[in-house]
């Protein structure tokens, strides 16, 4: 694919999307609601010129779902560990600001493991350092260095999930440069 | 219908109660990015539990993929947002270091370069 079609097929999603939404709203899909929408997807289009967003290479369906389990899993797990510190000396709880050097050179990558980190109690991104791929993160319930270490382990190992469910061109190239070796 | 109410009963009790322990954090917990994960993520999943009792309740398909679009846009928004103020809040250096355990990017607790 050449930039060109990228964008244009990036760009499509995002509309195809936008009607997606429209149709939602509506709840019921006829004629006249499906026009109005792609008349309506059409203005946007024309005012904003809907931002390209990257596009992927590959998608695996297994990963992308296991990868979707455990964000649920981890999401009721840690939220429940965060009730338990709210109804419990909550005054006492201390947390951490730790650093992860992300592996993924791929933009997307990065806005799905940050949204992921955030959204889960526990872990809140506080910072990006994308010049030296850095990601700063504040986690919380953290009392001593090997609490911050399993933190990070955490945050690595669902961008590793997340890094195999979604193939980007980026990280497919970073792939193929370094020979697979971790870094 | 005995056993879409009790889904909707035991969906709608366990969402309140991740709500209501999202807002006693919020008052309990010591700064203001504990009070952040507090604020943000017991709140999100208590909503996605609601909406989720709601929906067997609600009918229709047509009348329920409203409350999809809700909980799809809480899950784009909420991380959005708490990382826009976590953000404002780490560079603006207003982290008090008494409740990290550790800093590792040493700047958090300080004055900001």
Sequence with gaps: ?183 | MRAADAVTAVLLLAGSGFCAVGALGMLRFPDLLTRLHAATKPQTIGLLLVLAGVAPQAGPVTAVTPLALVAVFQLITAPVTAQAIAGAAYRAGVIDPATLTLDESGRGSGAGP
């Design chain 1, 1 to 183: 694919m050449t930039p060109a079609v990228r964008a244009a097929v990036s760009r499509l999603g995002m509309a195809a999307w936008l009607l997606a939404v429209w149709l939602l709203l509506w709840g019921r899909a006829g004629a006249q609601i499906l026009i109005g929408g792609v008349v309506i997807v059409a203005i946007v289009y024309l005012v904003t010129r809907l931002p390209a967003v990257p596009t992927l290479k590959r998608v695996r369906p297994p990963a992308l779902a296991l990868a979707g389990l455990e964000f649920a899993w981890d999401l009721l797990v840690s939220s429940v560990v965060i009730g338990r510190h709210a109804l419990h000396r909550p005054r006492q709880v201390r947390g951490a600001i730790i650093e992860v050097s992300a592996r993924t050179r791929s933009e997307l990558i990065v806005l799905a493991v940050t949204a992921s980190i955030s959204l889960r109690p526990g872990t809140l991104l506080v910072d990006l350092d994308w010049e030296r791929h850095l990601l700063r993160i504040h986690a919380m319930p953290v009392r001593s260095q090997d609490e911050a270490d399993s933190t990070r382990d955490g945050v690595l190992g669902t961008e590793r999930r997340l890094m195999r469910a979604l193939v980007t061109s980026e990280d497919a190239l970073e792939e193929d440069e370094s020979t697979g070796e971790d870094r």
